[in-house]
């Protein structure tokens, strides 16, 4: 996506369709060996660094838009994408449970407000979600941003606002645990809904994770 994004050429973030080539990176192909997986990703990130690291602020601010047959993302500016690998690299190390340690600071604080911002996103791709959640939640990062995001609808909003705005549901708790309601993984202490608690607990069929 990024050699796209710098020639003006439209790339999508799974060229074969999420539905099909997903799947595929989450198993073993046949014969495939653990020691190949580490060579190719250690292979494949090394050619990656070298492509961004020559990039200047001005090509940072490239978009990269995929085919209107293959959506997934969306456009996405290539300033995006190292937030994406980071998100990978975070996220399914955890997943793995290989015994890393928990999401680093700067990821949770990067990523959280960038996922907020593209809730609208989310729900025009690949996730199938329930139409018929329709009002506001309010996500307080006790440590962090609070956001509010409205559906009313087929027009999602999502932008920052005060803690005491008021919203059909409260969803309270730590940047951390925000970003792990967003990305459908498990929480270190569960999130605090005041409000209509019933509609707070929705949020994830409203904005299905990852």
């Not at 838009?65 to 300033?79: F, I, Q, V």
């Amino acid at each position: 996506m990024t050699k796209a994004g710098l020639s003006g050429e439209q790339a999508a973030y799974y060229p074969v369709g999420r539905a099909s080539q997903r799947p595929q990176t989450l198993e073993p192909a046949s014969g495939e060996h653990p020691q190949e997986v580490v060579e190719s990703f250690h292979r494949l990130s090394t050619e990656l660094d070298q492509v961004w690291s020559v990039l200047d602020n001005g090509a940072w601010d490239l978009e990269v838009a995929e085919p209107e047959s293959n959506p997934d993302l969306g456009t996405l500016r290539l300033s995006s994408l190292p937030l994406l690998r980071l998100t990978e690299v975070e996220v399914h190390g955890s997943d793995l449970d290989l015994g890393l340690d928990d999401w680093g600071d700067l990821f949770v604080s990067t990523v959280l407000p960038t996922r907020l911002r593209r809730l609208g996103v989310r729900r025009t791709n690949h996730r199938e979600f329930d139409h018929t959640l329709q009002g506001s939640w309010l996500l307080v990062a006790i440590d962090g941003p609070t956001f509010m995001v409205s559906v009313s609808g087929d027009v999602v909003e999502s932008h920052p606002a005060d803690p005491k705005s008021m919203a059909t549901a409260v969803i309270e708790a730590t940047c951390r645990d925000l970003l792990a309601l967003l990305l459908g993984r498990p929480y270190i202490e569960a999130p605090h809904i005041r409000g209509d608690v019933k509609f707070g607990e929705a949020f994830p069929a409203a904005f299905p994770g990852p």
